[in-house]
């Protein structure tokens, strides 16, 4: 049968528009012309460098050789979510029932997912704190929903304006996004400030979503959870993971943790887009549980001592660089050369073979500064620098 071709029928005008209307992520959308760049030396990759640690890996192997490679029940595995309850409440207070407020992710990514669309109608209003994850204001757009934007900056070091937060409720708003310690800036939110926005989710009936990834990875004190404050319990959707603490991001597991009543709507999306996490993964996750402490602790102290050489370098080369408290990142201002985070980035990536990522990436507060990670050998973070310096010099 011959098909009569239509002139008026535009296939493009098909897709979603706001799909076509959420802009590319600022991290991907560099890395292109990074990886068309040779013997370039990466500060943008914000995934550990070290290998998963060979006994959880073994561990994953085995799952294969033993054929543990079939579905597993939805919420993850039994053991697993045991685990994962157990070490919560060791570690940062926070209860849950394994067997009906957890549910095992392909990473806090779908965890975030998952949370957002249990609770967010089309034309809801989420609080996010920038300079964030470039996927946080992407992903309620996607849902219909309205980021609200409140911005922080380094000469507060990052922290929260509760009198902006509390300007910023409206009857439309449905949930406060968090994120700490931080991707990019590496600042983590104080117990006190965490208290004041529990009590104004409180005051106003709202969702905390609390992606804490990074937690494991505090360098300085204790990291408190908002999760572990028992008058949130009820309204707290709690997303971490295994990715960042125990060098697994390949391996695709998250986890969240939300009263039964969210659960269940989230169990439901979960069923129908994923079904269920990697079974290989979740049995690799028991021994990262059971057995990864000292690993975790390990890559912490290696951190901690790139961490304290990137930053004294950046401010001995005059880029402002605050110490951070937490993750594995650095946002140092680079306005005192008379270029913004992206001018700075290309010219730098040219002339040196240096990649960072433009602080405008992650909100319009990061505009002048860049994120560079220390998730990196400091062989590489020596040289890098050393480039750093040379181009500035060559600007001041």
Known sequence: MKLKLVEKNNPESLVSATGSIIPPSGIREFFDIVYSTPDCISLGVGEPDFITPWRISDSGIFAIKEGYTHYTPNRGLPELREHIAQHLSAEYGILYDPDTELILTMGVSQGLDLALRSILNPGDEVVIFEPCYVSYSANVTLLYGTPVIIPTYARDRFKIDIGLVKKSITAKTKAILLNYPSNPTGATIDRETLEAIAELAMRHNLIIISDEIYSALIYDGRHFSIASIPALKTRTIY????????????????????????????????????????????????????KGKKDVL???????????????????IGLSCLIPEGAFYVFPDVSRTGMTGKEFALELLRKE????V????????????????????????RESMIRIERFVKQLL
């Not at 986890?255 to 993964?281: E, N, R, V, W």
């Not at 073979?353 to 960072?356: I, Q, S, T």
């Not at 602080?359 to 998730?375: D, L, P, T, V």
Request: aromatic share 12%.
């Open 239 to 290: 997303l971490n993971g295994f990715s960042k603490s125990h060098a697994m991001t390949g391996w695709r597991l998250g986890y969240t943790g939300a009263p039964k009543f969210i659960t269940d709507i989230m169990m439901k999306i979960h069923q129908y887009t994923a079904l269920c996490a990697s079974s290989i993964a979740q049995y690799a996750a028991i021994e990262a549980l059971t």
């Open 353 to 356: 073979k240096v990649a960072v």
């Open 358 to 381: 433009p602080g405008g990436a992650f909100g319009a507060c990061g505009e002048n500064h860049i994120r560079c990670s220390y998730a990196t050998s400091m062989e590489n973070i």
């Open 298 to 316: 390990a890559m912490k102290s290696e951190y901690l001592r790139r961490r304290n050489f990137i930053t004294g370098r950046f401010n001995e």
